[in-house]
């Protein structure tokens, strides 16, 4: 075992069989018993090198997601251990280690939350709880209302994290994540809808039934998270980028637009101290930069424009942003801005896209009672190649309320 351990090339085919094992049933408690000289030496990045191998030799996505809390359980004791070391150096780097304790607070806050509630549901299932019930129901739905706030946390990961690490090549392990993060959403907005009638359902086995069967599962599965994000994916990050990278990192935590905004002062400063700024030659009129970005920004709608290469090269920052976008995704592959299950169809869109077959593709959806509009659109030059992808979001929820005219010389000072 000890030349195993020695010999990387090895070590990393030994690990991946053993995954690969545990994907085909292999019983966890006896994969220990033969690795655990060699289990107990992973660290967070050597398994995030095994999950993208894997994925890139064509395991899918959703395989390796639905056995990742098995896998996680199988490398538990080396990374424990290894946590303490990574934390250590991350003290030691303040600039760096301080860079994560946002995320972290809001750990804290969310376990915490997890706690509460199975607290406050074993209270209820006791049957004892009597005249108690009123009560704890209301405890339990503000504490629920205050876990959804998690969808947040994620988005933080998803769009800020998750982009640096696919500068590294590292893009499997976020996707599995994501994947689990809207697993974990959608089980929430299903606890969302028990708590909506869970008064009459109390004295009956329904509730206790729906307890067990997704309310429990489900805040063990953001319990899980926690884990993997304390021990796999924050040692991860640490290990991986540069001091200039966790400068920008702190900056989007803080404020996600906050870079933006910086470009978009310098550009209105320069205009106001009169050292100008070149009009730009359009096909019809000359407009300066700083034209064109109040135009956009002036917008009714969302703007994103996904070059010839697949990269998200612009967004704009209009007065309602209808999905989180952050400085990070400039130059991200569009593909890693969905969910591990929408990457499919973006890959078809941008094929059809690409080869001709169609020139746009809409979609509309109703988000929180939000109407959206969305809408693709190819973006050809004038000889017809392929150079990007518009995509354009807009709240049509009050359009659809129009009816009859209203002429401009109806407009009431």
Same mark, same amino acid.
């Given at each position: 075992?000890?030349?195993?351990?020695?010999?990387?090339?090895?070590?990393?085919?030994?690990?991946?069989?053993?995954?690969?094992?545990?994907? *085909?049933?292999?019983?966890?408690?006896?994969?220990?018993?033969?690795?655990?000289?060699?289990?107990?030496?992973?660290? $967070?990045?050597?398994?995030?090198?095994?999950?993208?191998?894997?994925?890139?030799?064509?395991?899918?996505?959703?395989?390796?997601?639905?056995?990742?809390?098995?896998?996680?359980?199988?490398?538990?004791?080396?990374?424990?251990?290894?946590?303490?070391?990574?934390?250590?150096?991350?003290?030691?780097?303040?600039?760096?280690?301080?860079?994560?304790?946002?995320?972290?607070?809001?750990?804290?806050?969310?376990?915490?939350?997890?706690?509460?509630?199975?607290?406050?549901?074993?209270?209820?299932?006791? *049957?004892? $709880?009597?005249?108690?019930?009123?009560?704890?129901?209301?405890?339990?739905?503000?504490?629920?209302?205050?876990?959804? =706030?998690?969808?947040?946390?994620?988005?933080?990961?998803?769009?800020?994290?998750?982009?640096?690490?696919?500068?590294?090549?590292? %893009? /499997?392990?976020? %996707?599995? +994540?994501? /994947?689990?993060?809207?697993?974990?959403?959608?089980?929430?907005?299903?606890?969302?809808?028990?708590? *909506?009638?869970?008064?009459?359902?109390?004295?009956?086995?329904?509730?206790?039934?729906?307890?067990?069967?997704?309310?429990?599962?489900?805040?063990?599965?953001?319990?899980?998270?926690? !884990?993997?994000?304390?021990?796999?994916?924050?040692?991860?990050?640490?290990?991986?980028?540069?001091?200039?990278?966790?400068?920008?990192?702190?900056?989007?935590?803080?404020?996600? +637009?906050?870079?933006?905004?910086?470009?978009?002062? %310098?550009?209105?400063? *320069?205009?106001?101290?009169?050292?100008?700024?070149?009009?730009? =030659?359009?096909?019809?009129?000359?407009?300066?930069?700083?034209?064109?970005?109040?135009?956009?920004?002036?917008?009714?709608?969302?703007?994103?424009?996904?070059?010839?290469?697949? @990269?998200?090269? !612009?967004?704009?920052?209009?007065?309602?942003?209808?999905?989180?976008?952050?400085?990070?995704?400039? /130059?991200?592959?569009?593909?890693?801005?969905?969910?591990?299950?929408? +990457?499919?169809?973006?890959?078809?869109?941008? @094929?059809?896209?690409?080869?001709?077959?169609?020139?746009? $593709?809409?979609?509309?959806?109703?988000?929180?009672?939000?109407?959206?509009?969305?809408? !693709?659109?190819?973006?050809?030059?004038?000889? /017809?190649? !392929?150079?990007?992808?518009?995509?354009?979001?807009?709240?049509?929820?009050?359009?659809?309320?129009?009816?009859?005219?209203?002429?401009?010389?109806?407009?009431?000072?």
């Amino acid at each position: 075992m000890s030349e195993l351990i020695d010999n990387r090339k090895h070590r990393q085919e030994t690990l991946k069989g053993i995954i690969r094992d545990l994907h *085909a049933g292999v019983d966890s408690k006896d994969i220990k018993a033969r690795f655990g000289e060699l289990l107990d030496q992973v660290g $967070a990045t050597e398994i995030a090198d095994i999950e993208q191998s894997l994925i890139n030799e064509g395991l899918p996505v959703e395989e390796v997601q639905k056995l990742c809390d098995v896998h996680v359980a199988v490398f538990k004791d080396s990374l424990d251990k290894q946590k303490a070391t990574v934390d250590t150096k991350a003290t030691q780097m303040d600039s760096v280690g301080g860079s994560l304790d946002p995320l972290r607070e809001e750990n804290k806050t969310i376990s915490q939350l997890v706690l509460d509630i199975q607290q406050i549901i074993t209270e209820i299932s006791d *049957a004892d $709880a009597g005249s108690n019930i009123e009560f704890l129901l209301t405890e339990w739905e503000g504490k629920h209302k205050e876990l959804l =706030d998690v969808d947040q946390h994620y988005s933080k990961k998803e769009n800020i994290l998750f982009p640096y690490l696919e500068r590294y090549g590292i %893009s /499997g392990p976020p %996707s599995v +994540m994501w /994947g689990t993060h809207d697993d974990i959403r959608a089980s929430l907005k299903e606890v969302s809808q028990i708590l *909506a009638h869970v008064e009459a359902k109390v004295a009956s086995p329904q509730l206790s039934m729906e307890i067990g069967n997704l309310l429990l599962p489900t805040l063990n599965s953001v319990s899980e998270m926690v !884990y993997k994000e304390e021990n796999i994916l924050f040692p991860l990050c640490l290990e991986t980028f540069t001091e200039d990278e966790w400068k920008e990192i702190r900056v989007q935590l803080k404020d996600p +637009m906050a870079t933006m905004y910086k470009k978009k002062d %310098s550009i209105a400063s *320069a205009a106001l101290s009169g050292l100008g700024l070149p009009g730009i =030659d359009l096909d019809v009129g000359v407009l300066t930069p700083e034209q064109i970005n109040l135009m956009l920004t002036h917008l009714p709608i969302d703007l994103t424009f996904v070059d010839e290469k697949d @990269e998200v090269a !612009y967004f704009s920052l209009g007065p309602e942003r209808f999905f989180e976008r952050t400085r990070a995704v400039i /130059g991200r592959k569009v593909q890693f801005c969905h969910p591990p299950t929408s +990457m499919g169809v973006v890959e078809r869109i941008l @094929e059809d896209f690409k080869s001709g077959r169609k020139d746009h $593709a809409d979609f509309w959806i109703n988000a929180k009672g939000t109407m959206l509009y969305i809408r !693709y659109f190819a973006v050809r030059d004038k000889v /017809g190649t !392929y150079k990007g992808t518009l995509e354009v979001t807009q709240n049509i929820t009050e359009i659809q309320k129009l009816t009859g005219e209203k002429r401009i010389y109806d407009y009431e000072a």
